[in-house]
């Protein structure tokens, strides 16, 4: 190999320059630079404006590099080695095995991605073991930092940032900032960082952390502790049933507070196992030893029971386990805009309004699951669910519902919730009348019924916070309001967790649901409803964790919208 001159020690080791600043002698040389790798025996292609250095040691099976893309001096470069285009391979990194790096990917000095390793199985020297490659996949704008680890089999999602001295031995989601060894989640990289702390939450803010950190810690054990080895399942709480939404509670726990699956199977097997439930003839998932669901006469049951909420939680839980559903769910994918309308002028928005809106949150979220595996429904029928929902909705409460006697506004602030995650939320479209849907239901939230010590419950939160966060994006009406009701909700909740167990649903008035006991249902709820929490409050960034299933807080991806 040639060695460069002193002159061109400037373009080794800060290849970036080359383009701008390089001579015609110095552009020769890298010519013949290129030429050699051509010439040698792996397969070699170059995108426009590369620079790969004279003293780096690249000998590839494959070398694939997009435009503008550079290998620094002292690299060492084996293997299967794609790129997109202006990706950055600084100075003595270390890239071997199968590598796959998206667009602008920028890998620190002294970094190592190994995609390979070696068996230590007892029976062989280590230098007599097999070697094994699952690969290494790096998503677009992603930046590693020096002196950072990257093992096999990892996939870093897209926007990711990982700190320097960090050692990645776990796939991370998109927008994920990490670092540690092992890198850990610390936050979301669309989350402000460094910004002054809201003015009076310096003491809630560190209780948060301190609750993150706790919660990270004793995930395992909660996950565990609803796990049944008798029928490989998992049950809500030790005592309870096995049910399909435990299974799906806990795979979004896991990937919550670990960044990976529950423990307790290979992420295959968890997405088989799902995949597995649905009934081919409806897409629809019945619970454990039921008979299959009917359809209703719009593609989903019209009583909120387990099939209807399993269109969510499977479906999501599918999603954070890289798969989705074997079929789509026909019945929705078939129905007509006039019979969708038929069914939403039938549902019982006066008295059971959240009944109303659960209804169209199983029936939108399988058309969006219909849409993200390639299955249109019929044509006009997202259209004209939304035309139905904006015209429907009360100017003076931005509701659909009304009040009861017995509960006051529960049922239509309930029911806003469930309708709006599947519909506005999830397609990433603006709701009607913020303002007034802001004053209802803060008005709601101070109702003595639902809203004292000892009466609140997972789902009553959820169904204020998420309306309050949902109209936040679009207003800034009764903002302080809102930040103060959340800040003391938050407070109360980081009480309610149980070591090693989790967090309880909460008290209801007719004594079903999970009840006071912790159990896995009451603790995806409760991490999620805290995160909300304190993106009202503004303090997200110490919590460590984004969901990114049921409770996501950006639109679920890949759907067309109406």
């Not at 250095?53 to 080695?81: K, M």
């Not at 030790?238 to 896991?254: K, L, Q, S």
Request: glycine residues 10%; hydrophobic residues 40%; charged residues 20%.
């Amino acid at each position: 190999m040639n060695h460069p001159s002193h002159d061109d020690g400037l373009f080794e080791h800060c290849p970036w320059l080359f383009a701008g600043q390089a001579s015609n002698r110095q552009r020769a040389a890298q010519e013949q630079r290129q030429k050699r790798l051509f010439a040698g025996p792996g397969e070699v292609r170059l995108g426009e404006d590369c620079f790969v250095a004279e003293s780096a040691a690249v000998y590839p099976d494959v070398l694939h590099l997009g435009d503008r893309s550079y290998i620094a001096a002292q690299a060492y470069v084996t293997g299967e080695i794609r790129t997109g285009a202006d990706c950055t391979v600084n100075p003595f990194t270390v890239v071997r095995g199968s590598v796959t790096l998206g667009d602008g990917v920028r890998i620190g000095a002294h970094t190592s991605l190994l995609a390979f390793n070696h068996g230590f199985a007892p029976g062989l020297p280590v230098h007599r073991q097999p070697v094994t490659s699952r690969g290494i996949t790096v998503g677009d704008d992603v930046w590693i930092g020096s002196h950072v680890v990257v093992v096999d089999g990892v996939t870093i999602g897209d926007h990711c940032v990982i700190g320097a001295g960090a050692v990645v031995t776990k796939d991370l989601p998109a927008w994920t900032v990490a670092a540690g060894n092992p890198a850990r989640r610390i936050r979301d990289r669309r989350e402000p960082h460094g910004a002054e702390r809201p003015a009076g939450t310096e003491v809630l803010a560190e209780r948060l952390a301190a609750f993150a950190e706790t919660a990270r810690a004793q995930a395992a054990d909660l996950l565990d502790r609803s796990w049944r080895p008798d029928t490989g399942r998992y049950a809500d709480r030790p005592g309870a049933g096995p049910t399909v939404r435990a299974h799906c509670d806990a795979v979004e726990i896991a990937d919550l507070l670990l960044g990976d699956v529950p423990p307790q199977l290979p992420a295959a097997e968890h997405a088989e196992r799902l995949r597995a439930l649905q009934d081919p003839a409806t897409g629809l998932v019945p619970e454990y030893g039921a008979a299959p669901a009917l359809s209703g006469p719009a593609g989903v049951p019209e009583d909120d029971g387990a099939a209807a909420y399993h269109v969510l939680c499977v479906g999501y839980a599918l999603q954070l386990l890289g798969s989705s559903f074997a079929h789509p769910v026909h019945a929705v994918r078939t129905t007509t805009p006039d019979r969708l309308v038929r069914q939403l002028d039938a549902l019982p928005w006066r008295d059971r309004a959240w009944h109303a809106g659960a209804w169209v949150d199983s029936w939108a979220t399988a058309a969006h699951g219909n849409l993200r595996a390639g299955a249109s429904g019929a044509p006009g029928a997202l259209e004209a669910l939304f035309g139905w929902l904006h015209t429907h909705a009360d100017p003076w409460t931005g509701m659909w519902g009304s009040p009861t006697r017995e509960s006051g506004r529960l049922q239509m602030v309930n029911g806003y919730y469930r309708l709006t995650r599947g519909s506005f939320a999830q397609f990433g479209l603006p709701v009607p009348y913020p303002e007034r849907v802001i004053d209802t239901v803060l008005d709601h939230a101070r109702d003595p019924r639902h809203f004292t010590p000892g009466r609140e419950n997972a789902c009553n939160v959820l169904d204020v916070i998420h309306p309050l966060w949902l109209c936040a994006r679009q207003t800034t009406h009764r903002g302080e309001e809102a930040r103060s009701w959340a800040a003391a909700q938050l407070s109360a909740a980081l009480d309610r967790w149980h070591p090693g167990q989790g967090f309880g649903f909460g008290p209801t008035p007719d004594g079903t649901g999970p009840g006071r006991e912790p159990g896995l249902q009451g603790t995806e709820m409760w991490l999620a409803i805290i995160w909300l929490l304190a993106d009202v409050v503004g303090l997200t960034d110490v919590l460590g964790y984004r969901p990114r299933g049921i409770h996501r807080p950006e639109p679920a991806p890949a759907a067309e919208r109406p």
